[in-house]
């Protein structure tokens, strides 16, 4: 039982460079959440999904694309990096009942020269 | 939206009991104060969460007033594996977890 699996760990850009960080979770959770951290500071949401095929916005969209064509990945897409989208990137996923707790990825890091 | 307030940093001695509090004055009668640990390089990780009163589990204890305005994280005889950052968190997963907020946490060094 791997838990959350975030792919890859590391990852260095250029600006105007895309690409795609992948979650992958075996929890059948329901719930899936993209937060990026950036030094000194929480985690702040960019976007979740609440079941397949579902996506939503969180509190720092801009700049990112989702996709949750199945229920235990989730994609978080950068189609132009940019210099300001250097951080480290975690997945979370939950199965919504009873205040049942986030499970994290252990993150990746990403740098856009 | 319960928006929470945590000390910024904490020291403490390895053996030492510690205890963390978080402000969370416009907590909602549905939501739940959860703990969370991140050590560096690593996601966030649940410890503990309650209601009201006391929960207690093989990590942490957490005490909540009546009035639930505030939350008391403790540690009993931390090692230096505890220091780590910790988010208090207030909200219920009804209203959605998309809602909780982390914010800077409470980072705890132990020295020996």
């Known amino acids: 039982n791997a838990g959350v699996t975030q792919t890859p760990k590391f990852r260095v850009l250029k600006t105007g460079q895309s690409m795609t960080l992948l979650c992958a979770q075996d929890?059948?959770?329901?719930?899936m959440y993209w937060y990026r951290q950036d030094p000194g500071m929480g985690l702040r949401l960019i976007h979740y999904s609440v079941g397949e095929g579902t996506t939503a916005k969180g509190e720092v969209p801009d700049g990112y694309n989702v996709s949750r064509l199945k229920k235990q990945n989730f994609l978080l897409g950068l189609e132009s990096a940019a210099p300001s989208q250097t951080s480290v990137y975690f997945c979370?996923?939950?199965?919504?009942?009873?205040?049942?707790?986030?499970?994290f990825g252990n993150g990746t890091r990403l740098t856009v020269t | 939206l319960a928006k929470t307030t945590q000390p910024i940093s904490m020291d403490s001695y390895e053996g030492q009991e510690v205890n963390i509090t978080c402000s969370h004055n416009n907590i909602a009668t549905n939501d739940y104060i959860t703990w969370y640990q991140q050590f560096p390089s690593q996601g966030p990780r649940f410890i503990i969460q309650?209601?009201?009163t006391k929960v207690t589990n093989e990590v942490a204890s957490l005490f909540i007033p009546a009035d639930r305005k505030s939350s008391t994280l403790s540690l009993p005889r931390v090692s230096l594996s505890d220091t780590a950052v910790y988010y208090c968190l207030v909200g219920d997963s009804w209203t959605g977890f998309q809602k909780l907020v982390f914010g800077t946490g409470t980072r705890l060094l132990v020295s020996p």
């Open positions: 929890m059948n959770h329901e719930y």
């Open positions: 309650g209601y009201k």
């Open positions: 979370a996923s939950t199965d919504g009942g009873d205040n049942s707790p986030l499970h």
